[in-house]
């Protein structure tokens, strides 16, 4: 039965696509965005730009309200008590690599930083570098068969030697929830500190983070349908008090002089330079056109189309689906045909997935795995672009075996 | 220059070719004619890194002319090598370098398997090549 996406039309670029014969099924890598944003963007530049929190003339007061309205935007969709407990940054990747800069100092050689065996790069180099540079020990917390952080195991590693926890939401390759409530509820128990990396699991249902009870939470804006060089980290106001600052520049500045300076608390001391303004007032505009949605009536959508990718594939001779994925992706190998093969046949029919490592090699390699294929669902996506990329899954193995 | 036999008789077979699943069975067909690698040669120096999948390549010159041996464990990438090496085989060093290997994959059909995004690696295969020609 087809399974239209209601919200279809709101993204241009898929129609656009479409022209092109492509078939968009990696949303987990960036999205395409909705109208409201492209009219955003375009309103900001047409209306005149400015730099923010600077200047005292017209154009640059309507900019620094729009930014900061932005701010609360953020703060309402994540549920802060505070706007001043949003940061800007460039990414989920610049939100990871602050903290694990502005939080160095408070480590000491012989401490612990605990992370999951399934986090991407981007919540694992940051870490294992800052590490390195203090003589730390990073545990890696191992996973269950599901692709599920191993809860027994993973409470018996952090101990009262872990300072921190870094852990993904919802896994970028898996598509796997983790257990964070108890494992959260565990560190904090244990006085350490918990950053969420909620690249993918922001994208999908809503995030409360004071139920959540992590110190950190970041997020890309690009991946949430919104536009690319703006992510923002979430941290309590305990949290961020403990950060030191980590880059210097424009902005972040109270007093200074040729020797000495002294800084603004966040969020301000950590947007250094002139922040994308654009993109910012952007992501806003994303967010009320994401909250102007029927909740219930998305997850139901995303449930079912998920459902329906996991059924097709499971139901294909000689798919193997890595863990056991619960939301928005599942990524899978085939018995005897190479990833690249699979990959090659299904670009040449249209059909936009990620081929490869995914940006988490060791967990690849734990799985015995050079890469696997990953299809990702966004909520424009229909049945419609399931069943192109399945006939075109049939039509490539067929032509391979 | 004439383009060498097998790579004209290559070039004629591709431009014939109608639609993806030809050319993939074509690419296949050529990939299983690739002269096999000894398993001495799959060094980690002959790896080309930067591709998804394994690859590796060798450059010897005997008597000024270029002999490459290449392979990967993915087929469709065997069969661009195929048509890589029957363009390239045989060369000196002066005709390689004026060579427009990217003019040749456009020829046959399949210039955007060459690009950087491809995680096919006929990308990295190139620039490895290059190096390997010019590097004393």
């Known amino acids: 039965m087809f399974q239209p996406s209601p919200w279809r039309a709101d993204f241009p670029a898929i129609t656009a696509l479409q022209r092109q014969h492509q078939t968009y099924l990696d949303s987990a890598a960036t999205t395409q965005k909705p109208q409201a944003l492209l009219d955003a963007l375009s309103h900001y530049y047409s209306h005149g730009a400015a730099n923010v929190h600077r200047a005292q003339h017209l154009p640059g007061a309507l900019a620094t309200q729009a930014f900061e309205t932005s701010r609360d935007k953020v703060a309402t969709w994540l549920n802060a008590v505070d706007s001043r407990q949003i940061i800007f940054t460039h990414g989920a990747t610049s939100a990871l690599n602050l903290l694990a800069y502005g939080l160095e100092h408070g480590f000491e050689a012989g401490d612990e930083i605990a992370v999951s065996a399934l986090e991407h790069h981007a919540n694992l180099l940051p870490w294992q570098q800052l590490a390195q540079r203090r003589n730390l020990r990073l545990v890696v917390l191992p996973l269950d068969e599901h692709g599920r952080i191993d809860l027994e195991h993973a409470l018996q590693l952090i101990g009262p030697r872990t300072r921190l926890v870094a852990l993904s939401q919802l896994s970028n390759v898996l598509g796997t929830w983790q257990p964070l409530p108890a494992l959260l509820a565990h560190a904090r128990a244990q006085g350490a500190l918990s950053v969420v990396d909620g690249a993918q699991g922001v994208v999908h249902g809503r995030h409360d983070v004071q139920q959540l009870g992590c110190d950190f939470y970041v997020f890309s804006s690009h991946k949430l349908y919104g536009p690319d060089g703006v992510g923002a980290l979430y941290g309590r106001t305990e949290a961020l008090a403990r950060l030191r600052h980590w880059q210097f520049g424009g902005e972040m500045v109270q007093l200074a002089d040729y020797h000495e300076s002294s800084f603004r608390p966040a969020p301000l001391g950590f947007e250094a330079g002139t922040p994308p303004i654009a993109s910012v007032i952007g992501l806003g505009a994303t967010l009320d056109y994401l909250a102007s949605l029927d909740p219930a009536a998305v997850a139901a959508h995303e449930t079912s189309l998920h459902q329906h990718l996991v059924r097709g594939l499971a139901d294909r001779e000689g798919v193997r689906i890595l863990g056991t994925p619960q939301s928005a992706l599942a990524s899978f190998v085939i018995d005897g045909v190479h990833n690249a093969d699979i990959a090659h046949l299904l670009t040449e029919q249209g059909i936009a997935v990620r081929a490869g490592h995914h940006c988490a090699m060791p967990l690849l390699k734990g799985l015995g795995l050079e890469g696997a294929i990953r299809v990702s669902l966004g909520l424009y996506n229909d049945s419609d672009d399931l069943q192109r990329f399945f006939d075109a899954l049939d039509q490539g193995l067929e032509l391979l075996r | ?136």
Do not use: I, Y
Not at chain 2, 91 to 106: I, K, P, Q, V, Y
């Open chain 2, 1 to 136: 220059m004439s383009l060498p036999e097998a790579a004209q008789q290559a070039l004629d077979t591709f431009t014939q070719a109608k639609g993806w699943e030809q050319r993939a069975r074509l690419l296949m067909q050529m990939g299983d004619r690739l002269e096999p690698l000894d398993e001495s040669d799959k060094t980690d120096a002959n790896r080309v890194h930067g591709c998804e999948s394994l690859v590796w390549l060798v450059a010897v010159q005997v008597d000024g002319q270029w002999r490459f041996k290449a392979t990967s464990d993915a087929r469709l990438l065997r069969g661009l090598l195929a048509l890589l090496l029957v363009r390239v085989q045989g060369l000196g060093s002066d005709d390689l370098a004026g060579l427009d290997l990217r003019e040749w994959f456009t020829q046959l059909g399949l210039e955007r398997q060459l690009s950087p995004s491809r995680s096919n690696g006929l990308h990295a295969v190139l620039l490895q090549m290059a190096e390997l020609v010019t590097s004393p």
